[in-house]
């Protein structure tokens, strides 16, 4: 095993160890959460080494990074997932290689995605992208959707062809009446969740914390987290 492939390992071993007893103190099953490892600004080898210890969710933020190392790992057993904010002239790139877009907040972006994902024939998971700094019906800082536009947005990618309605993300706030109350903020979006799911059974995922706060996601019951720099180490620049 080569030394960054044992760090790697290492690395995974203590988020797993992580995971788990967030798991058991909020009285979860460990196979209730899935671990995606956000693999920004790594190169194709890192990816390729977390494949061999057993990851298979995946995550990249910036098409321009994602097309070419997804290309790269084509031939590995990964579901790649896209959690930054996306313009509609990347669509085309995006749903070329992503299982699943976390970052859906407008009704233009289901529109492109929908198209593409005919044209590609491909179906694509969506996750609504909650906004939790934002006012009932005004963005985020960070993109996604006020929780007051949850409803009519889910209800367009249901409908869209191409597109499932998988479930709901949200990234912590900086700002606002949960910045500082990251459990506070993810116990909402499972209120968020419950509400959806009424409406749409089937849109049970939930995607919530990161390598500070994943224990907090845990506790308030979601699904997934997405963890980068806890697995893969402080970030370089791609070169």
């Known amino acids: 095993m080569t030394d960054r492939k044992g760090e790697l390992a290492a690395n995974l071993a203590k988020v797993e160890e992580r995971i788990a007893a967030a798991c ?4 979860r099953g460990r196979e209730e959460v899935t671990l995606i490892v956000v693999t920004k600004t790594y190169h194709a080898s890192d990816v390729r080494m977390l494949s061999e210890l057993g990851v298979r969710h995946v995550a990249e933020n910036r098409d321009q990074d994602a097309a070419p190392k997804a290309a790269a790992c084509s031939d590995l057993p990964l579901a790649w997932h896209f959690v930054g904010q996306l313009q509609t002239n990347k669509v085309r790139s995006v749903v070329g290689y992503a299982d699943l877009v976390q970052s859906v907040d407008r009704s233009k972006l289901v529109t492109a995605l929908s198209k593409e994902a005919v044209r590609q024939e491909r179906e694509v998971g969506c996750l609504i992208q909650v906004a939790l700094d934002a006012g009932e019906s005004a963005r985020g800082e960070r993109g996604g959707v006020a929780p007051g536009g949850v409803a009519e947005l889910a209800d367009l990618v249901a409908n869209a062809p191409g597109l499932r309605m998988d479930g709901l993300m949200t990234v ?26 009424r409406a749409h059974p089937t849109a049970n995922m939930v995607s919530a914390g990161m390598s500070a706060d994943l224990e907090d996601a845990v506790a308030a019951g979601a699904t997934h987290v997405r963890v980068g720099t806890a697995v ?3 970030r370089p620049r791609l070169g």
């Not at 058991?24 to 009285?27: C, D, H, I, P």
């Not at 910045?179 to 959806?196: I, K, N, V």
Request: net charge negative; aromatic share 6%.
């Open 24 to 27: 058991a103190v909020a009285g």
């Open 172 to 197: 912590a706030p900086l700002s606002g009446e949960y910045e500082g109350r990251q459990q506070a903020a993810f116990e909402r979006l499972m209120d968020l969740s419950t509400d959806l799911r």
């Open 232 to 234: 893969l180490g402080v």
